[in-house]
């Protein structure tokens, strides 16, 4: 399957999206009529004549209106929130920037695998951010576009997982870059906000007509008839939920097996991913988050977020046990998995990968001849080339090395192409340009994917 194939999937399940928010917003008006009309015949409010007397009343367009009105609100409120793509995910969740060669030998780590999986994969590397508050191991990626996408890791992944074992979860996320999982998974996120305000409503309801000064208005003003429709508002939002995690489930579930398995094909090593698997098993926090916002964006992490529903089909992931199985069925690879600790020194841990004959790829798709090539390219990078990649005046400096690397060696510093250019990026440029051109023509497109 080619990207442009990949792609027209990913609007299929857009308009599946579409069809099940459609069925998840008709249910919860429905429950929130029923809900109003049941609390408003139980405290009085509502003549004998039952329904005919709630449809002669204008209180159901009400109760549709005010229903309708929160679920599009909380979704368009999202929506505006998450208009920056991943970047808006992450500032809305409270994720920690971090720079391409991190400042600790946990994130360089993470920025050397990362790099690594998008010179194999052909595109550029997604900003990297920690949740730095967060014990449990997880991952996921968020963005509109492979080109402005963010992978945002756990404080606990850092800590816990060995090389081998982010490589795992990097390149499970990177198989739902090139799925186009990314768009659909942040247009959720906005569906669910939406879907989940109901609750959110009922519970605020709920704690302030809980005060004394407010049961006393309510017994004395309106019978009881506030904290019943607090109480409707919260059933109608249960629905909702229900509704949410149905969709959820509906979505992401399959694809998360099919990401675990490519991660398997494309790294070649599934100790890997099944270590990181058996780490999230044997945690005290496993996968979950703390967040506030863990539930809108259960679907599209690396493992289940929040406590395992009892309910399976709600689930949006299968069970530990259940990944496991699925990448080892005979077991072998549990048996020769040794727990290790996280590499502290910030060195590459495992073997090399064997050279490759030659790496012919085409952008949007992930070999492991492409990943073993990738290890390799990066590894022969001169330092001062690594570092410029890692910087925005750094990347441009090198994006005119490449454009002049075709150039006799011994050129002017400048050149009509910098001579607009501030003049430190100009004289980088000029340095990186011999680097540039000893690597060969075979690597300036995986230099123009680090340096974009």
Not at 19 to 31: C, D, H, R, S
Not at 239 to 263: M, N, P, S, T, Y
Not at 322 to 341: H, K, M
Request: proline share 5%.
């Amino acid at each position: 399957m080619d990207f442009f194939e990949r792609q027209d999937r990913a609007r299929r399940r857009t308009a599946v999206l579409v069809i099940l928010f459609a069925a998840a917003v008709i249910l919860t008006v429905a429950a929130a009529n029923l809900a109003v009309f049941l609390a408003a015949r139980w405290s009085g409010d509502l003549p004998p004549a039952g329904g005919a007397g709630w449809l002669e009343r204008p209180w159901w367009l009400v109760v549709t209106a005010a229903t309708l009105a929160v679920i599009l609100g909380g979704t368009l409120r999202r929506h505006i929130q998450l208009r920056s793509g991943g970047r808006g995910l992450a500032a809305l969740v409270g994720a920690r920037r971090v720079e391409h060669g991190g400042a600790t030998p946990a994130e360089r780590r993470l920025s050397n695998v990362v790099e690594e999986m998008a010179i194999a994969a052909g595109l550029p590397a997604p900003e990297l951010y920690v949740l730095d508050g967060e014990p449990g191991i997880n991952a996921f990626v968020a963005g509109f576009t492979p080109s402005a996408s963010v992978l945002v890791v756990t404080r606990g992944a850092l800590d816990t997982l060995t090389r081998d074992e982010l490589q795992g979860v990097v390149a499970h996320e990177f198989s739902h870059i090139l799925n186009g999982d990314m768009r659909i998974n942040l247009r959720l996120v906005s569906v669910l906000a939406g879907i989940l305000a109901m609750g959110q409503m009922g519970r605020a309801m709920l704690r302030g007509g809980t005060s004394t000064r407010s049961r006393r208005r309510i017994r004395i003003h309106a019978g009881g008839f506030w904290i019943l429709a607090a109480l409707a508002l919260y059933l109608a939002g249960a629905v909702g939920v229900f509704f949410g995690r149905l969709i959820k489930a509906a979505i992401a579930r399959q694809r998360e097996l099919l990401a675990d398995a490519a991660a398997v094909q494309f790294t070649r090593n599934p100790a890997g991913i099944v270590g990181a698997l058996l780490k999230i098993e044997a945690a005290e926090a496993g996968s979950r988050l703390r967040n506030l916002h863990a539930e809108e964006m259960s679907h599209m992490c690396f493992g289940e977020t929040l406590k395992a529903a009892r309910a399976r089909f709600l689930a949006t992931h299968p069970t530990v046990p259940e990944r496991v199985r699925a990448l080892d069925p005979s077991g072998r690879v549990r048996g020769a998995i040794r727990v290790r600790p996280a590499a502290e020194d910030g060195r590459e841990a495992g073997g090399r990968p064997a050279s490759p004959e030659a790496v012919v790829g085409r952008a949007g798709d992930l070999s492991p001849v492409a990943l073993a090539f990738a290890v390799r390219f990066r590894e022969g990078l001169p330092p001062a080339v690594r570092r410029a990649a890692r910087t925005f005046p750094g990347a441009r400096a090198l994006v005119y090395a490449l454009v002049r690397s075709g150039e006799t060696a011994g050129g002017q510093e400048t050149s009509p192409l910098t001579a607009r250019e501030d003049a430190p990026v100009a004289r980088l440029a000029h340095r990186l340009a011999p680097a540039v051109r000893e690597l060969g023509p075979a690597a300036r497109l995986p230099l123009l994917d680090l340096a974009l």
